[in-house]
């Protein structure tokens, strides 16, 4: 979630799980939790990238993207995120949402290095 440059993701179709967060006051290992479930994210079947992104007043946006929707129900399942999820609920998040889309266009820019 650190890399400045947008994931670099396969020819669509495929799906953006888009989470927007408002967090609460306070770290109670929230920043461990997201490292560990982006390391195990990306050991998935089906995972292709993530864009993540965090404002100073807590409003957070992970875009996660997926090769399908079963790729998603199985991390939405996984053994160490349903946990995490909830922990989420009770202590890190004050609001949230989630939306599942399938990508049908993309398309991207990168200024050459030299302009």
Known sequence: ???????????PPY???????????????????????????????GFLGVDSAR????????????RDEESI???RDHAEH???RAHGREHWYASFSLHVARVERSYGFTRPADA
């Open 1 to 11: 979630m650190t890399d400045s440059a947008p994931a670099s993701l396969p020819a």
């Open 15 to 45: 799906y953006a799980v888009v989470f927007t967060a408002v967090r609460t006051a306070g770290d109670d290992g929230y920043g461990e939790t997201a490292e560990r479930l982006l390391e195990l994210a990306a050991e998935q079947p």
């Open 55 to 66: 404002g100073a007043d807590g409003l957070g946006i992970t875009v996660s993207y997926w």
């Open 73 to 75: 129900a199985a991390w």
């Open 82 to 84: 349903t946990p995490a």
